[in-house]
């Protein structure tokens, strides 16, 4: 369930308050007092059977007893009443209600548990949807609903705010209003019952009133739905998140005030990044951050000029922007010659510009100019220090003269972000500023901490958007190869793989590995020495070690056959010695690897408990969990993401080359990540990968060692079923089917890949104009890359779209695509729009027809009620095509011109079984 029934939560006509008092300091007190004095146009029925008036406003007994159908309910009483509550308030109609109380499986309790199923179980038939239990309320304040019991009515305003935490909820509230921020909604969400996150970013995404998105985040129940709804949420407008229980600590007391898993940290922020979303680290940097990005300012990159009348506070801004990540600018010859012109010899001569203490507003404005006009920079900080010898008031107007008569005013022009020091002038330049909507800050730290808010912000909305490269086919994927390994070793009752089988699986799906020979002794290993005929490595070969160097289990760089044969037998008794237990299998026996000038990397797959499979890559090697250097990425993964999780790495700085060392192959290293992301996809059976080393230069990739563990998947839990784990749907390859037209030419229909946005374009270029016209309703010669972008990369988890390419065509050219189809489902799955286009040429063929079956096919198998769309009246063969296949036609009231046509689904698949 996601956003039904969540408008009568937001936008109730009625509300009841279950639980009301006269009470002094209680809870009922304080709601019904929020509830009453808010400004609610609305009736709100207090419910006590014990009092006959709470407010001047009459008391009912019971749910029965009131006169009308609450919207909205809330409840405040004790957590054993709750469900049959619940239940009556479903019987009588209502469908939204907010339970405040608690007692509901905080901490693990199993009698609060019960009373939560048995609430969600009363609500279930009647579709009344619950936020809480244990939460602080809603407030709607342009609606006048404050249903909690925060002590101030918020302001209104255009910034959501969803809590898990009602102290947080309580505090920003406070905060905000002394600092005249509003609010359009505030939501304690609390324990999660049954409104999430997901389903308020599904909400929120589409409310008109709001224009940025705050959450505080302790857990998340529903990986998938999150992401989906979070995505979806970034894309519209800005979604900036707090994640508390940061360290291990924390985490368990999250865990123990929520009663939900909280997951790994560095996990959450790959999902957050993957998402779109802002994350922030404290509540002030949360509004800074919303405020920052209301401006609407944007940035190129992560390179900052600072403009100075301070060396001071330039170099307090330098230390901030690098510790925070950011670069600063390097200013061009022909801007330090305009600044060397405009300013006093004892300038800086560089970034930051320090124009002197005494600097006049002239001196700002000329220097500012001379920033503006540089290309190497991304965006400018300028900055002031109260001094006497100047006016920090004129400096300010000085600046904001500048930027208003930059050539094409404030959209065309680099960002500028302000930051004036001090209390007395400092306070009318910054009321100057914020007028002008140019974003100011009260230090250094804090201006530099915004510019880096924009620089993220860009990239994680970049990441949404770019398209990534096709990959080379190199060969198909051998599942089944890897999955005989697997239930090979699942047959000997093992969990976990030898190295060789391990490698085997690697080389199953196209990553790169060095032959293992596998020997049951150390005169076997020294003969398979001779056989290799060069340096050799020796390994023990036991499912009892796990980490062998450890244990003296690796010897490297053995050049003789009698070295590998007195190595072995002194490995034998080092780890007789050490772990008498263990069982010995034998050796493997490799040859060194001729890498010169290699990287030691990690790729590997961890399961986490809430986002499941993760990949893992970083600098790897013995020394690996001591440098601590990695970043994490879920799958699936393409080009442009494998590449940015090789870049949150330290180690990527030293895979772009240096000195004499050439740069490593970064294509190759992506594939690698792709693939191990694969793996995640098509065997589930795979709890845990590590190939440590990855060997990495110039001319490629090779994994040297490579540790799988294993774990039993539930039952259906394999192949395609297996996805279902994936906090993001992977690429649905079962949808993939060729079908043939009348005149005998066949066409392979297959979900759309972000890669396929070249072929789109290709596609629209190639159709005539009349045709692109009536799908898009208005002429078009090309999608703009966001529109194609938009189209291409989809969520297969709330939408699908078909292409028609050739079959034999792996890697299609750009004109090789024929025909698209597409639906897009609200976020509860009962209805879905389309849109389907044709190549020109091909128009008449019956392609249409094919790829609107196949949709039609696949909506009505997810469970989708109906599928919709407008046409124009003059697209007679569209409204043709329509009446085939059993879609109802209406004229739209608001435009005659355009033609509504439905199709309800359970009359479409009798109609397909006849």
Same mark, same amino acid.
């Given at each position: 369930?996601?956003?039904?029934?969540?408008?009568?939560?937001?936008?109730?006509?009625?509300?009841?308050?279950?639980?009301?008092?006269?009470?002094?300091?209680?809870?009922?007190?304080?709601?019904?007092?929020?509830?009453?004095?808010?400004?609610?146009?609305?009736?709100?029925?207090?419910?006590?059977?014990?009092?006959?008036?709470?407010?001047?406003?009459?008391?009912?007994?019971?749910?029965?007893?009131?006169?009308?159908?609450?919207?909205?309910?809330?409840?405040?009483?004790?957590?054993?009443?709750?469900?049959?509550?619940?239940?009556?308030?479903?019987?009588?109609?209502?469908?939204?209600?907010?339970?405040?109380?608690?007692?509901?499986?905080?901490?693990?309790?199993?009698?609060?548990?019960?009373?939560?199923?048995?609430?969600?179980?009363?609500?279930?038939?009647?579709?009344?949807?619950?936020?809480?239990?244990?939460?602080?309320?809603?407030?709607?304040?342009?609606?006048?609903?404050?249903?909690?019991?925060?002590?101030?009515?918020?302001?209104?305003?255009?910034?959501?705010?969803?809590?898990?935490?009602?102290?947080?909820?309580?505090?920003?509230?406070?905060?905000?209003?002394?600092?005249?921020?509003?609010?359009?909604?505030?939501?304690?969400?609390?324990?999660?019952?049954?409104?999430?996150?997901?389903?308020?970013?599904?909400?929120?995404?589409?409310?008109?009133?709001?224009?940025?998105?705050?959450?505080?985040?302790?857990?998340?129940?529903?990986?998938?739905?999150?992401?989906?709804?979070?995505?979806?949420?970034?894309?519209?407008?800005?979604?900036?998140?707090?994640?508390?229980?940061?360290?291990?600590?924390?985490?368990?007391?999250?865990?123990?005030?929520?009663?939900?898993?909280?997951?790994?940290?560095?996990?959450?922020?790959?999902?957050?990044?993957?998402?779109?979303?802002?994350?922030?680290?404290?509540?002030?940097?949360?509004?800074?951050?919303?405020?920052?990005?209301?401006?609407?300012?944007?940035?190129?990159?992560?390179?900052?000029?600072?403009?100075?009348?301070?060396?001071?506070?330039?170099?307090?801004?330098?230390?901030?922007?690098?510790?925070?990540?950011?670069?600063?600018?390097?200013?061009?010859?022909?801007?330090?010659?305009?600044?060397?012109?405009?300013?006093?010899?004892?300038?800086?001569?560089?970034?930051?510009?320090?124009?002197?203490?005494?600097?006049?507003?002239?001196?700002?404005?000329?220097?500012?100019?001379?920033?503006?006009?540089?290309?190497?920079?991304?965006?400018?900080?300028?900055?002031?220090?109260?001094?006497?010898?100047?006016?920090?008031?004129?400096?300010?107007?000085?600046?904001?003269?500048?930027?208003?008569?930059?050539?094409?005013?404030?959209?065309?022009?680099?960002?500028?972000?302000?930051?004036?020091?001090?209390?007395?002038?400092?306070?009318?330049?910054?009321?100057?500023?914020?007028?002008?909507?140019?974003?100011?800050?009260?230090?250094?730290?804090?201006?530099?901490?915004?510019?880096?808010?924009?620089?993220?912000?860009?990239?994680?909305?970049?990441?949404?958007?770019?398209?990534?490269?096709?990959?080379?086919?190199?060969?198909?994927?051998?599942?089944?190869?890897?999955?005989?390994?697997?239930?090979?070793?699942?047959?000997?009752?093992?969990?976990?793989?030898?190295?060789?089988?391990?490698?085997?699986?690697?080389?199953?799906?196209?990553?790169?590995?060095?032959?293992?020979?596998?020997?049951?002794?150390?005169?076997?290993?020294?003969?398979?020495?001779?056989?290799?005929?060069?340096?050799?490595?020796?390994?023990?070969?036991?499912?009892?070690?796990?980490?062998?160097?450890?244990?003296?289990?690796?010897?490297?760089?053995?050049?003789?056959?009698?070295?590998?044969?007195?190595?072995?037998?002194?490995?034998?008794?080092?780890?007789?010695?050490?772990?008498?237990?263990?069982?010995?299998? *034998?050796?493997?026996?490799? $040859?060194?690897?001729?890498? /010169?000038? #290699?990287? +030691?990397?990690? =790729?590997?797959?961890? !399961?986490? @408990?809430?986002?499941?499979?993760?990949?893992?890559?970083?600098?790897?090697?013995?020394?690996?969990?001591?440098?601590?250097?990695?970043?994490?990425?879920?799958?699936?993964?393409?080009?442009?993401?494998?590449?940015?999780?090789?870049?949150?790495?330290?180690?990527?700085?030293?895979?772009?080359?240096?000195?004499?060392?050439?740069?490593?192959?970064?294509?190759?290293?992506?594939?690698?990540?792709?693939?191990?992301?694969?793996?995640?996809?098509?065997?589930?059976?795979?709890?845990?990968?590590?190939?440590?080393?990855?060997?990495?230069?110039?001319?490629?990739?090779?994994?040297?060692?490579?540790?799988?563990?294993?774990?039993?998947?539930?039952?259906?839990?394999?192949?395609?079923? *297996?996805?279902?784990?994936? $906090?993001?749907?992977?690429? /649905?390859? #079962?949808? +993939?089917?060729? =079908?043939?037209?009348? !005149?005998? @030419?066949?066409?392979?229909?297959?979900?759309?890949?972000?890669?396929?946005?070249?072929?789109?374009?290709?596609?629209?270029?190639?159709?005539?104009?009349?045709?692109?016209?009536?799908?898009?309703?208005?002429?078009?010669?090309?999608?703009?890359?966001?529109?194609?972008?938009?189209?291409?990369?989809?969520?297969?988890?709330?939408?699908?779209?078909?292409?028609?390419?050739?079959?034999?065509?792996?890697?299609?050219?750009?004109?090789?695509?024929?025909?698209?189809?597409?639906?897009?489902?609200?976020?509860?799955?009962?209805?879905?729009?389309?849109?389907?286009?044709?190549?020109?040429?091909?128009?008449?063929?019956?392609?249409?027809?094919?790829?609107?079956?196949?949709?039609?096919?696949?909506?009505?198998?997810?469970?989708?009620?109906?599928?919709?769309?407008?046409?124009?009246?003059?697209?007679?063969?569209?409204?043709?095509?329509?009446?085939?296949?059993?879609?109802?036609?209406?004229?739209?009231?608001?435009?005659?011109?355009?033609?509504?046509?439905?199709?309800?689904?359970?009359?479409?698949?009798?109609?397909?079984?006849?």
């Amino acid at each position: 369930m996601s956003v039904r029934n969540l408008d009568r939560l937001f936008k109730p006509r009625s509300i009841a308050v279950i639980g009301a008092s006269k009470r002094p300091q209680s809870v009922g007190a304080v709601l019904s007092r929020n509830l009453f004095n808010a400004g609610f146009d609305g009736p709100v029925l207090p419910v006590n059977p014990r009092e006959q008036s709470i407010r001047s406003a009459m008391a009912y007994p019971s749910v029965e007893a009131l006169p009308i159908i609450p919207d909205l309910a809330v409840i405040c009483t004790p957590p054993r009443t709750v469900p049959d509550l619940i239940d009556q308030l479903g019987r009588r109609g209502t469908k939204a209600a907010v339970v405040i109380t608690a007692g509901f499986g905080e901490g693990g309790d199993a009698e609060g548990e019960a009373l939560m199923q048995a609430t969600l179980d009363a609500a279930r038939p009647h579709l009344l949807r619950i936020v809480g239990p244990n939460c602080v309320g809603v407030m709607t304040p342009h609606r006048g609903i404050n249903a909690s019991f925060v002590h101030v009515n918020p302001l209104p305003g255009d910034i959501a705010f969803v809590t898990q935490s009602g102290a947080i909820a309580t505090s920003i509230v406070d905060w905000a209003t002394a600092r005249g921020i509003g609010f359009s909604h505030v939501v304690s969400l609390g324990d999660m019952g049954d409104v999430d996150f997901g389903d308020m970013l599904d909400y929120l995404a589409m409310d008109p009133k709001t224009k940025a998105i705050l959450l505080y985040v302790e857990s998340i129940t529903h990986a998938r739905k999150f992401m989906s709804a979070g995505r979806a949420a970034a894309r519209t407008k800005p979604v900036i998140v707090i994640k508390s229980g940061r360290s291990e600590a924390a985490a368990v007391a999250a865990a123990s005030h929520t009663g939900a898993l909280a997951g790994s940290d560095a996990v959450y922020d790959a999902a957050f990044r993957r998402a779109g979303m802002l994350r922030v680290n404290d509540l002030a940097e949360l509004f800074d951050a919303v405020e920052t990005l209301a401006m609407g300012i944007k940035v190129r990159g992560d390179r900052l000029a600072i403009l100075t009348n301070g060396g001071g506070i330039g170099v307090l801004a330098t230390d901030h922007l690098v510790e925070d990540g950011g670069r600063m600018a390097t200013l061009s010859d022909a801007t330090m010659q305009a600044l060397d012109a405009q300013l006093p010899p004892t300038w800086s001569k560089g970034n930051p510009v320090d124009i002197i203490g005494d600097a006049p507003g002239s001196r700002y404005a000329g220097a500012l100019k001379a920033l503006l006009d540089d290309r190497g920079q991304d965006a400018i900080l300028v900055m002031n220090c109260p001094t006497a010898v100047a006016d920090s008031l004129e400096a300010a107007r000085a600046v904001v003269a500048t930027l208003d008569a930059y050539p094409g005013g404030s959209t065309r022009r680099p960002a500028v972000l302000t930051s004036w020091l001090g209390e007395g002038a400092a306070l009318e330049a910054r009321k100057l500023f914020a007028q002008r909507r140019i974003p100011t800050y009260e230090t250094p730290g804090q201006a530099t901490r915004a510019f880096m808010h924009l620089v993220h912000y860009r990239h994680n909305q970049e990441l949404l958007m770019e398209t990534p490269s096709a990959l080379a086919d190199d060969g198909p994927v051998d599942v089944d190869a890897a999955r005989a390994i697997i239930d090979r070793v699942f047959a000997e009752g093992r969990d976990v793989l030898t190295e060789p089988e391990a490698k085997a699986v690697l080389a199953a799906f196209g990553v790169p590995v060095i032959r293992t020979a596998t020997v049951a002794d150390p005169q076997a290993a020294a003969r398979e020495a001779a056989a290799i005929g060069k340096p050799v490595a020796l390994k023990i070969l036991s499912p009892d070690i796990l980490h062998k160097s450890d244990m003296g289990g690796v010897r490297l760089n053995l050049r003789t056959p009698d070295q590998v044969r007195a190595a072995a037998e002194d490995m034998l008794a080092t780890i007789a010695a050490q772990m008498p237990d263990a069982r010995i299998e *034998g050796f493997t026996v490799q $040859a060194m690897a001729n890498m /010169p000038g #290699a990287h +030691e990397l990690i =790729v590997g797959i961890a !399961d986490d @408990r809430l986002f499941g499979p993760t990949i893992l890559f970083g600098k790897g090697g013995t020394e690996v969990e001591v440098v601590k250097d990695s970043a994490i990425a879920l799958p699936p993964l393409n080009s442009v993401l494998a590449r940015d999780t090789l870049r949150r790495t330290r180690v990527w700085d030293l895979l772009q080359g240096y000195r004499n060392r050439p740069p490593a192959d970064l294509d190759a290293l992506a594939a690698t990540l792709i693939l191990v992301g694969q793996i995640a996809i098509d065997l589930p059976e795979v709890a845990e990968l590590d190939i440590n080393p990855l060997l990495a230069n110039e001319t490629g990739v090779l994994a040297l060692d490579a540790r799988i563990k294993l774990r039993r998947p539930a039952d259906g839990a394999r192949g395609g079923a *297996g996805a279902g784990r994936l $906090a993001i749907r992977p690429y /649905p390859k #079962a949808l +993939e089917k060729l =079908v043939t037209l009348r !005149d005998g @030419r066949r066409f392979l229909l297959r979900p759309v890949r972000p890669e396929d946005e070249p072929l789109l374009q290709g596609m629209i270029q190639r159709s005539a104009p009349e045709d692109v016209r009536l799908r898009f309703f208005t002429p078009l010669r090309e999608l703009s890359h966001p529109q194609a972008a938009r189209l291409t990369q989809i969520d297969y988890d709330r939408e699908m779209a078909l292409v028609a390419i050739a079959p034999d065509d792996r890697s299609p050219r750009q004109d090789a695509l024929y025909g698209v189809v597409r639906i897009a489902a609200d976020p509860d799955n009962e209805r879905a729009e389309y849109g389907v286009m044709v190549r020109s040429d091909l128009k008449g063929k019956g392609l249409g027809h094919a790829l609107m079956d196949e949709i039609l096919g696949y909506a009505a198998q997810r469970g989708i009620g109906e599928v919709y769309g407008e046409v124009l009246r003059e697209n007679t063969t569209m409204l043709a095509m329509c009446l085939e296949l059993g879609f109802q036609r209406s004229v739209d009231p608001d435009d005659p011109g355009i033609m509504l046509v439905r199709c309800d689904l359970d009359r479409y698949r009798a109609r397909a079984a006849e």
